[in-house]
């Protein structure tokens, strides 16, 4: 096979292959990056980037390449840009010539030599890699975008060190992986000079640079810089203790459970406004939504702990992820996999009074359930052929079934065997790559167990068991059709005490005739679609609030939501359940999981008839629970709720008010993203508002980032049909879906449930642009582009639109085919 390759990419420089394309594909196909991990390694970048002050200006940039060949060979270097952008490669001082093809630079062999090459390559820097606008710049090359910024060898298998020179305008800040160890300033600009880094994939090489003010903080024997754009000076007082207590509590829980010393020179924190993800894990420069970790003195317990998990699940990462990293992006889960299960540990040890095993279900098992429950489910372990295609596999199934998995394979071996065989894992691996197989054959011989039954179940197979509990027995059942079992034991409520049960069998009704049985799986230790007798469903309508455990509640609220969707409970019956109970409850967590199922069923769960029957009584209901004198509970969460689906003009004018400062309270303190909120739902509702309301925002908020955000969605608002046709029609351009948060908020706007019947002729073109969105965008933004355009339809209409586009495409790639099949599994089960 790879004689062969050499043989085509020969062809490729001779010109004598035609655009097949033209000898090597397009991104990075596996066969590649075998062929080059088989003969490159010892590579070093060093690095020159030219940061203009004026964005309408190239970034450009140089990079001395060096590296280790075992024979020559045509060396392939991925770069996806303009061939002009190239600009040009030498070696010793004197030119190489190369060929441009397919995203690839291509170097025939004359020009190598066995051992050490170097070569000096000049080009302009890919503009959608740097995330840049007038006042700050990032990069982000997870997957696979480090080729779009600059040549390189594009696999995480070969690691590399990297060392780099900044020059950016002189008002700017800049931070990278490596330490800081040279700062000039000029009367126009700065350079900045970075140590070279231990050894990285390319995927976590990473600066930020631009207007940000720095906190220093002293963090166990390390300087660790925060940078932030903030302006609130409350926030800050807030944020910066807490950021570097949870940093300082992560690094130093991480070191003393595998017994390896943070493996990096420098841990600094960038919160970044609109952050594409929660967060990312580059060494030395690790990003943040600057909105999860940048809270507000009165933030509740759910945003606190929120940014505790985002912390700790990118500081496992130094470990799982950066230090010992996967050789190919299939294995892509393993790195997210190990970094969620350790943050889950350090959470439990940084705030031991919360209830962590109802945390750990509310987390993990309804987001895992919303894709594993759906036509558009896959396993844990994923097949991959091309790099470019490594954002599709990104989703529920990895970054919530697999934490789920991982606490059964340590309740299978135990948590000192795990712990042995992952510490052994690191060690064996340092600075290094390892597969899923390798880890598994590990710990099989750690632990002397035969680990292949179970992984074939949990990891290599999709979906979940549908396990009812009947008034005469138990029944697991495959919907798959294909008689699989899930072998689990699982807590069952019975008596008001629990009782393991054994499920090890599937299509078969297991007699257990047993009244006492109310609530399967409450103690959150099995997984599945678990569905309570329609008796039990009374049993807990009637019963919820009785009962002790705030865990049994969370478990509760999550089978009556899933008897919802598995059509043993009407919207309504759930809707009226939710105002019933939730007056009582007094666990701030339940609250804010009870609140989303309520506004999911509202929304889609229930008919126009229902709704409209239900609206005024929903709206006392909420102002009734806002206006509460319970001091425990937080109230932005229901504040929160009330906005997004209120319907009386006395609850709009409430708001009106709330957005003047009219109304102050001391449990209920705004922040400026509150009110964007608030104009963005008044003008929904009361389009004679809409200009009104937008000089207001536009007055009054100050936080420049938002404002500008506000600025670019609060058109999708216009009640002005053809204003919001050219809101979308822009949408359909890359060139305008830069900033993929704004743009996904953008399109949920015109496709929000009270405008779905205006905005199903837009179905078709979310559909037909996913390709494009999977190419130009980001991991996260083709199911997020996705369930901002089509979570707010539920007409038969728009679920035939869905079924004639993939009807018509039979050849849509999988991986999209299964996101669309996720994010329209709404629509099946209203309409099927």
Request: hydrophobic share 40%; aromatic share 12%; charged share 25%.
């Amino acid at each position: 096979m790879r004689r062969l390759s050499s043989l085509v990419v020969a062809c490729l420089l001779l010109g004598a292959c035609g655009e097949q394309e033209n000898g090597v594909e397009r991104g990075v196909s596996r066969e590649l990056a075998r062929e080059r991990k088989a003969i490159i390694g010892g590579v070093t970048y060093d690095l020159y980037f030219a940061v203009p002050a004026r964005q309408e200006e190239p970034v450009t940039a140089e990079s001395r390449i060096t590296f280790e060949m075992t024979r020559p060979a045509p060396l392939v270097l991925d770069f996806k840009a303009k061939e002009e952008h190239l600009l040009s490669i030498s070696s010793e001082g004197r030119r190489v010539p190369y060929t441009f093809r397919n995203e690839h630079v291509v170097i025939h062999p004359k020009h190598l030599k066995e051992g050490r090459n170097v070569l000096d390559v000049k080009f302009i820097a890919g503009e959608s890699a740097l995330n840049r606008n007038e006042e700050f710049l990032y990069t982000l090359l997870v997957p696979d975008r480090c080729r779009v910024l600059m040549p390189c060898f594009d696999q995480p298998d070969i690691k590399a060190r990297f060392k780099l020179m900044l020059k950016i305008p002189a008002a700017w800040k800049a931070v990278a992986n490596g330490e800081l160890i040279r700062e000039e300033t000029f009367p126009d600009y700065k350079l900045y000079e970075f140590e070279e880094t231990k050894p990285l994939s390319t995927y976590l090489f990473a600066f930020s640079a631009g207007e940000f003010s720095r906190a220093d903080q002293y963090i166990g024997g390390r300087w660790v810089g925060i940078y932030y754009r903030e302006r609130d000076s409350a926030t800050i007082e807030a944020s910066i203790p807490a950021i570097a207590s949870e940093v300082r509590y992560s690094l130093a829980w991480m070191e003393r459970y595998t017994g390896i010393a943070y493996p990096f020179r420098t841990y600094n924190v960038v919160a970044i406004p609109d952050f594409q993800f929660g967060g990312m894990e580059h060494p030395g420069a690790t990003y943040f939504k600057a909105s999860t970790i940048l809270l507000p003195p009165d933030a509740g317990e759910v945003a606190r702990m929120k940014r505790g998990e985002v912390i700790a699940h990118e500081t496992a990462h130094m470990w799982f992820g950066d230090f010992v990293t996967m050789k190919w992006f299939d294995d892509v889960w393993l790195k997210e996999v190990f970094a969620g299960f350790m943050a889950d540990k350090i959470m439990t040890d940084l705030y031991p009074a919360a209830d962590h095993q109802m945390n750990f279900f509310m987390n993990h098992h309804e987001p895992a359930l919303r894709t594993d429950r759906t036509r558009g489910t896959h396993p844990i372990a994923q097949p991959l052929e091309n790099l470019k295609d490594a954002g599709t596999l990104y989703g529920d199934i990895i970054y919530h079934k697999a934490p789920i998995v991982m606490r059964m394979l340590e309740q299978e071996l135990s948590p000192y065997e795990l712990r042995r065989g992952l510490c052994l894992y690191l060690r064996r691996w340092t600075y290094s790559n390892a597969d899923w197989n390798d880890l598994i054959r590990l710990l099989q011989t750690t632990s002397g167990r035969d680990l292949q039954a179970w992984n074939a179940v949990w990891v290599q197979e999709k979906g979940a068991p549908v396990v009812e509990f009947l008034d005469n027995g138990i029944a697991m059942r495959d919907e798959w059709g294909k008689g699989r079992v899930w072998p689990q034991r699982v807590l069952a409520m019975r008596a008001g005490l629990p009782n393991f049960l054994s499920l090890d069998l599937t299509d078969t009704l297991v007699q257990y005739r047993d009244p006492g049985i109310v609530l399967p799986d409450c103690g959150a230790t099995g997984y599945g679609n678990f569905l309570p007798a329609e008796s039990r469903v009374r049993f807990l309508g009637d019963n919820l609030g009785r009962l002790q455990r705030p865990l049994h509640r969370a478990v509760a609220w999550q089978q009556l939501y899933e008897g919802v969707l598995y059509c043993k409970l009407k919207g309504e019956s759930f809707i009226r359940l939710c105002m019933k109970h939730l007056p009582v409850e007094n666990d701030n967590l339940i609250i804010h999981q009870a609140l989303s199922f309520m506004i999911a069923v509202h929304n889609t769960y229930i008919d126009e008839g229902a709704r409209q029957l239900l609206r005024d009584e929903l709206d006392r209901f909420f102002m009734t629970m806002l206006f509460k004198n319970q001091r425990e509970i937080s109230k932005k969460p229901i504040f929160r709720a009330l906005l997004a689906i209120y319907s009386s003009r006395d609850v709009g004018n409430y708001f009106v008010k709330v957005l003047r400062g009219q109304y102050h309270r001391e449990d209920l303190v705004l922040q400026d993203e509150d009110r964007v909120a608030i104009a963005y739902n008044l003008a929904l509702r009361d389009p004679e508002r809409y200009n009104q309301l937008k000089r207001h925002v536009t007055r009054t908020v100050k936080n420049k980032d938002l404002l500008e955000r506000f600025l670019y969605v609060y058109p999708a608002l216009s009640a002005d049909k053809q204003a919001r046709d050219s809101v979308f029609n822009a949408l359909m351009l890359p060139e305008n879906r830069k900033n993929e948060v704004w743009a996904a908020e953008a399109l949920a706007w015109l496709n929000h449930p009270r405008r779905k019947s205006e905005a199903e002729e837009y179905i078709h073109g979310v559909l037909s642009k996913l390709q494009e969105i999977q190419e130009t965008g980001d991991i996260f933004f083709p199911s997020n582009w996705l369930r901002a355009g089509l979570s707010g339809h539920t007409s038969k209409y728009a679920y035939s639109v869905v079924r004639q586009f993939l009807d018509k495409n039979p050849g849509y790639p999988e991986n999209l085919r299964l996101k669309i099949l996720a994010e329209t599994d709404h629509l099946r089960r209203l309409h099927e």
